[in-house]
T-cell receptor, first 115, second 112 residues
């Protein structure tokens, strides 16, 4: 069965410092991996995805994520955090070998960037 | 419009009433998903439509929940005999196959 874990409910970081939001996954086949961001009272916005190819994926707003197959991780990173990055971040996975079209979302990590 | 549109944005109703939530996907998107997001929690998959294939209803929590989609257009999620535990934000997303999902802003449902 597919699963996604975001081990941190909240991450606090000072503005200008690098940030990491962790995600690990479990699928039986090859994964499609995604990061989404949610601002208050809004739907989720797509940040970046890994389908195949380079393990380091660059996305919107300066975010990037590294696919690590051996550690089954897809951590979200940004070199220099902004106060405006404060939001709720979701990791999602789809097992492309399973025949299912379902995406499994993590429980979310609230990022707080302090000025 | 350019994005996924959901209506109403807010719905307050009494326990036991039926509610109908609407989703207008992005034109041309073959896939459509409904999710439930309870306060402070992640997304719970409800149902998936892909083109004219039979929908994947495996996430619907009870037989009070149903959803329809006509072709590749509008979808409606219906909750019958609402209960207080149905209070949540209901999110709709659409996509092309194997592409990122585009989400609407959701319907915030409150059951009194």
């Amino acid at each position: 069965a597919q699963s996604v874990a975001q081990p941190e409910d909240q991450v606090n970081v000072a503005e200008g410092n690098p940030l990491t939001v962790k995600c690990t996954y479990s699928v039986s086949g090859n994964p499609y991996l995604f990061w989404y961001v949610q601002y208050p009272n809004r739907g989720l916005q797509f940040l970046l995805k890994y389908i195949t190819g380079d393990n380091l994926v660059k996305g919107s707003y300066g975010f990037e994520a590294e696919f690590n197959k051996s550690q089954t991780s897809f951590h979200l990173k940004k070199p220099s955090a902004l106060v405006s990055d404060s939001a709720l971040y979701f990791c999602a996975v789809r097992d492309i070998g399973s025949g299912t079209y379902k995406y499994i979302f993590g429980t979310g990590t609230r990022l707080k960037v302090l000025a | 419009g350019a994005g996924v549109s959901q209506s109403p944005s807010n719905k307050v109703t009494e326990k036991g009433k039926d509610v109908e939530l609407r989703c207008d996907p992005i034109s041309g998107h073959t896939a459509l998903y409904w999710y439930r997001q309870r306060l402070g929690q992640g997304l719970e998959f409800l149902i998936y439509f892909q083109g004219n294939s039979a929908p994947d209803k495996s996430g619907l929590p009870s037989d009070r929940f149903s959803a329809e989609r006509t072709g590749e257009s509008v979808s409606t999620l219906t909750i019958q005999r609402t209960q207080q535990e149905d209070s949540a934000v209901y999110l709709c997303a659409s996509s092309l196959e194997r592409q990122p999902q585009h989400f609407g802003d959701g319907t915030r449902l409150s059951i009194l």
